[in-house]
């Protein structure tokens, strides 16, 4: 049988079949191998009075950055030191056609306690700021989140002048309360259960606090700009943030550059990540960083404002005078006028050299339409749940991406049982999951029912944030949507009875995941399932079971058609390795495991340079 060259040189002449061979071994990103232990650690208390255990990442809180480029291949192999299982999950990471990876309930089975097991994902053509966080159990208000930063390949050209440094920043709210105490309270008939007391920055009280362990502070130098990459890693509240006397540049928000508008403060929505250039054009001083809730009254929760410090090299000044103010927490029409600000560049390349532009939808054709009421709260069997158009979530022992492929779905759920486009005539609870066609434009309305703001996300997909609105949504209310330079994002936030609409192109096969990113309502049933359905078999149109595959449920083992799995993981014990302190060296997860890949780049190059 002819080898790959051979059969190349018949059609190419071998210099030519070279120098595209050396521009696939070129284009390619690198692979980053990390491996992270996942553990309960009651020493570390952001809070002196809170005695609760926090979920870290090789003893970290938060997680570790995973730092990558365009089109670089992940490998993460997670060992779970829980005593509970564990899945992880990539919040905006498309994972092209590869829902395997993505790390819900409904595409994998968990890593129980003592076992490990390694994602394996590319970044394909995305750019941008996203973060990870554990999916199920309420596990994420504990912690066990991180920032990831997907930076563009050299040759694409970024929209502003670099910036001097890059700063993560995870803002998020923080319970009193153990996450498993908090859990067992959820759902009561009663409806009573414990709220969030704090919010923190990178894990970190607030400045001033005499309860704070340590405050968050950036060190950064007059006159020179900086990049901070900000996400809302919380459960519940979204939240304002600003930075005293300095204005925030917004740059990007989850892998789309904006346009660039300067803005005194940002509110930040669960689940969103967004990028700001600040200018340290003030005097020499330290200034104040704050987060602080909507539709909450600060005045009396003084404990649910975050403080930071933002700190001039050379300053001797802390942070004083009164923190600055944001939004009103409670004014919604001037929160919606500043989402329908956030617009795409369309000038701007991202991922891919072509502009963002080259995307434009102002001539889509909608194939289908979703219309999903979101906080319809029902009783089952004495326990509080919440639905979509009147179907509260009821998560099967096997993963839906599993049951498909075994077995056709069959015993697990059943397809388009439960209506996408109006609300069920009972309140259920059901295994939700609808049929979304492959290759077309759908329109998807999230329409809110709670008293508070809702933030909804679709795992697998960017989407264009067309509209958003107050009261019920009608037909006529496409003659309010923006369709010239909507920004694309993977969540969006929706307002108190209101509604927010969206356009997905369903490009990416697969079955994935469209929740609520409040936590007490995802865990709660809050969530549905969209399967994206290409017939062809050729794994370049979907990629197919990975080899390293854990089964669970009603499926032990797969066909023999599919690849066969790899041997389970080996178990070790439930304590975690020492966490690296000051002064330990630290990987830098942007080189691991490159020599071994440039070496075999350069023997393919060697070897093919002796074909010539």
């Known amino acids: 049988m002819a080898n790959l060259s051979d059969v190349a040189c018949r059609v190419l002449p071998c210099k030519v079949w070279f120098w595209c061979m050396f521009l696939v071994v070129i284009a390619g990103g690198e692979d980053i191998f990390l491996e992270w232990h996942v553990a309960l650690d009651t020493t570390i208390k952001p809070i002196i009075s809170v005695n609760k255990p926090v979920i870290t990442i090789n003893g970290l809180f938060p997680g570790p950055l995973l730092n990558s480029t365009t089109n670089d291949i992940v490998h993460v192999n997670v060992f779970n030191h829980l005593d509970e299982p564990l899945l992880m999950t990539w919040n905006g990471i498309q994972q092209r056609l590869n829902s395997w990876q993505d790390g819900v309930s409904g595409t994998n089975c968990p890593i129980q306690p003592g076992q490990n097991w390694t994602y394996d ?325 999230f329409v809110n029912n709670h008293e508070a703001i809702d933030s909804w996300h679709l795992d697998g997909f960017g989407f264009w944030a067309v509209g958003y609105g107050n009261g019920s949504w009608t037909p006529q209310s496409r003659t309010e949507y923006n369709i010239i330079n909507p920004v694309v994002r993977s969540t969006v936030q929706v307002y108190p009875k209101g509604w927010t609409s969206v356009y997905a192109y369903l490009d990416n096969p697969g079955m994935w995941n469209l929740r609520s990113q409040i936590l007490e309502y995802w865990y709660l049933g809050q969530e549905l399932y969209i399967r994206v359905y290409d017939p062809d078999p050729n794994p370049a149109k979907e990629r197919p079971p990975p080899e390293n595959l854990l089964c669970c449920g009603k499926v032990r083992t797969l066909p023999s058609v599919f690849s066969v799995p790899a041997p389970p993981p080996l178990s070790f014990q439930l304590t975690p390795p020492a966490p690296e302190r000051d002064g330990a060296a630290t990987p830098n997860p942007q080189k691991s495991g490159t020599t071994t890949l440039h070496i075999h780049r350069l023997l393919l190059l060697v070897g093919l340079l002796m074909a010539l």
Do not use: C
């Open 121 to 445: 994902f590319q970044m394909k053509d995305q750019i941008g700021s996203f973060f990870y966080f554990p999916s199920t159990n309420f596990q994420k208000a504990a912690g066990g989140f991180g920032p990831i930063r997907i930076n563009n390949r050299i040759v694409i050209r970024v929209p502003f002048p670099k910036p001097e440094d890059e700063f993560d920043l995870l803002i998020g709210d923080w319970y009193n309360q153990s996450y498993k105490e908090v859990r067992s309270q959820l759902g009561s008939s009663s409806g009573q259960h414990n709220s969030p007391t704090w919010i923190l920055i990178n894990g970190k009280g607030p400045f001033g606090n005499p309860l704070t362990v340590a405050h968050e502070s950036f060190t950064a130098s007059p006159g020179k700009t900086y990049r901070f990459r900000i996400s809302n890693v919380g459960t519940k509240f979204s939240l304002n943030f600003r930075i005293q006397n300095h204005k925030l540049l917004l740059v990007e928000t989850e892998g789309s550059y904006t346009d660039q508008i300067l803005l005194d403060s940002l509110d930040v929505h669960v689940g969103q990540s967004y990028s700001v250039l600040v200018t340290m054009d003030q005097n020499v001083a330290d200034y104040y960083i704050v987060a602080s809730p909507k539709l909450v009254d600060e005045s009396n929760q003084a404990s649910l404002v975050a403080v930071g410090a933002l700190h001039y090299n050379g300053s001797n000044t802390p942070p004083n005078g009164p923190l600055p103010k944001g939004l009103d927490p409670f004014d919604i029409l001037s929160s919606m006028h500043q989402a329908k600000q956030i617009r795409w560049n369309l000038t701007a390349g991202a991922a891919r050299p072509n502009s963002q532009g080259s995307f434009n939808i102002s001539k889509a054709t909608i194939s289908q339409n979703f219309n999903l009421h979101g906080g319809l709260a029902a009783e089952f069997n004495g326990i509080l749940g919440y639905t979509v158009n009147n179907v509260s979530y009821l998560t099967p022992d096997t993963p839906l991406k599993l049951a498909d492929y075994a077995l056709n779905g069959s015993g697990v759920y059943s397809l388009d049982k439960y209506p996408a486009n109006y609300t069920f005539p009972l309140t259920v609870k059901g295994t939700f999951v609808v049929s979304g066609i492959h290759k077309a434009y759908a329109e998807i309305v």
